[in-house]
C-alpha cells in the first residue's frame, strides 16, 4: 500500500494562500491518479481535485480557479496551492491514490495519509 504524508496545512486569513504537499513513493505517483480530498469531522469526505496519470486533472467545482495541483516527480511530491481561501475550505486535507481515474471521481481511494489541517480565519 502507499505511503503518503501531507504537510504544509496551518492557519490562514481568508484571502491568502497556502501550498500542501504531499510526498510519495514514486511508484505511487507512476502508476496511480493521485488525488486530494478534504473532510470535516462528521461530514462525508469532498473530492477536491485529481491528478491523472497522463497529467490531466480535475477539480470540484467549490474550488475549480482557485485551487492549483501540481506534482514535482524529481522531489515524488504532489501539491496543492490554494490561493483565495475561503472560511468553507477549514477542513483536514488529505491526499490519496486510485488505481482508476474513475475510481478517484468517486471518491473510492485506495490508500491515503494522515492528512494536515487547514484552518482560515475570517
Known amino acids: 500500500q502507499a505511503q503518503l504524508v501531507e504537510s504544509g496545512g496551518g492557519l490562514v486569513q481568508t484571502g491568502g494562500s497556502l501550498r500542501l504537499s504531499c510526498v510519495a513513493s514514486?511508484?505511487?505517483?507512476?502508476?496511480?491518479?493521485m488525488a486530494w480530498f478534504r473532510q470535516d469531522p462528521g461530514k462525508d469526505r469532498e473530492l477536491v481535485g485529481i491528478?491523472?496519470?497522463?497529467?490531466?486533472?480535475y477539480y470540484a467545482d467549490s474550488v475549480e480557479g482557485r485551487f492549483t495541483i501540481s506534482v514535482d516527480n524529481a522531489k515524488n511530491t504532489m501539491y496543492l496551492q490554494m490561493d483565495n481561501v475561503k472560511s468553507e475550505d477549514t477542513a483536514m486535507y488529505f491526499c490519496?491514490?486510485?488505481?482508476?481515474?474513475?475510481?478517484?471521481?468517486?471518491?473510492?481511494?485506495?490508500?491515503w495519509g494522515k492528512g494536515t489541517q487547514v484552518t482560515v480565519s475570517s
Open positions: 490519496a491514490t486510485c488505481r482508476l481515474w474513475s475510481a478517484c471521481r468517486l471518491s473510492k481511494f485506495d490508500a
Open positions: 514514486r511508484a505511487a505517483l507512476n502508476d496511480n491518479s
Open positions: 491528478l491523472g496519470k497522463g497529467g490531466s486533472k
